[in-house]
């Protein structure tokens, strides 16, 4: 079965940087998309970025262009996320996700999510 489990999340000061993890198994994770999604306390889902495993092109939200990095390790089967100039809009439980890219684009595999809060 698909298995996806986020790490890293923590404490983190304004203007700090912090990296996301996501191991994933169950699946050919060279050849899927994967996608970063944030809940901030008491709002909706907000998607934060995709990346094509196949090729690596990658897509942003523009709250965070610019700012955050996302990745694969192959060889590892793992996602990441890399975040930097981190502000406390960007405190959220962040998930990451299987992407159903070749029909609708909905994300049905989840993992369960690494709390980041940005706080001096």
């Known amino acids: 079965e698909v298995q996806l489990v986020e790490s890293g999340g923590g404490l983190v000061q304004p203007g700090g940087s912090l990296r996301l993890s996501c191991a994933a198994s169950?699946?050919?994770?060279?050849?899927?998309?994967m996608s970063w999604v944030r809940q901030a306390p008491g709002k909706g889902l907000e998607w934060v970025s995709r990346?094509?495993?196949?090729?690596?092109?990658?897509y942003y939200a523009d709250s965070v262009k610019g700012r955050f990095t996302i990745s694969t390790d192959i060889a590892k089967n793992t996602l990441y996320l890399d975040m930097h100039s981190l502000q406390s809009e960007d405190t959220a439980v962040y998930y990451c996700?299987?992407?159903?890219?070749?029909?609708?684009?909905?994300?049905?595999?989840w993992g369960q999510g690494t709390q980041v809060t940005v706080s001096s």
């Open positions: 990346i094509y495993t196949y090729d690596s092109n990658t």
């Open positions: 169950g699946f050919a994770f060279d050849d899927c998309a």
């Open positions: 996700a299987k992407v159903e890219y070749l029909s609708d684009y909905s994300m049905t595999s």
